[in-house]
């Protein structure tokens, strides 16, 4: 399958899990809310440009805006991991690795702690933009933390579980044209 169409179908599922199952939960206690469908922006290809990824991240998220009704939440915070991503992966993808190109960001690609850390540090700033924008003001500080912080700690259990089910297979990249 070429990646393009594996990303097509990643689009519309990572959407269609969000919406249809995550979004239907109540949210604990007012206080966790899962998401899930940002991990189609942390496994896209490497090789697509910082403002191609910006820009697919934007219409990502509004996707996921129209089906949830929040005007521009998602896209936000969508857009700035995505515009993110290519910098972090830049401080975080061990040196060897530039020489073995891989398609795309994994615990093979990366080692096991790069990209622990790079899932751990995207999710949490996904999850802290949103919920800043969802509220505008941090007038109960405790509160905005420990929101993000729950929230942070559901969707990173929900990233592991899904990188169990669905092992990703790490291909190497072929340097052709």
């Known amino acids: 399958m070429s990646d393009l169409l594996k990303n097509i179908i990643r689009f519309f599922v990572f959407i269609l899990v969000q919406v249809l199952i995550l979004d239907k939960i109540n949210p604990l206690h007012r206080f966790i809310t899962p998401y899930l469908y940002f991990l189609f922006i942390l496994w896209l290809p490497f090789r697509i440009p910082r403002l191609g990824l910006s820009l697919l991240g934007f219409v990502f998220g509004l996707t ?23 910098f ?9 690795a530039v020489e073995i190109s891989y398609a795309e960001p994994s615990v093979t690609s990366m080692g096991l702690m790069p990209y622990a850390t790079y899932v751990l540090l995207l999710t949490f700033v996904h999850h802290a933009y949103l919920v800043f924008l969802e509220f505008l003001e941090v007038g109960n500080i405790l509160y905005f933390f420990g929101k993000v912080l ?17 092992n990703r ?9």
Do not use: Q, W
């Open 64 to 86: 996921l805006d129209f089906f949830t009704h929040t005007p521009g939440l998602h896209a936000a915070a969508c857009t700035l991991i995505a515009y993110l991503r290519s």
């Open 88 to 96: 972090l992966i830049g401080l975080l993808r061990p040196k060897e």
């Open 150 to 166: 729950a929230s942070t700690g559901i969707s990173l259990l929900l990233i592991a579980i899904t990188e169990m089910l669905f």
């Open 169 to 177: 297979k790490s291909r190497y990249r072929t340097n052709v044209a």
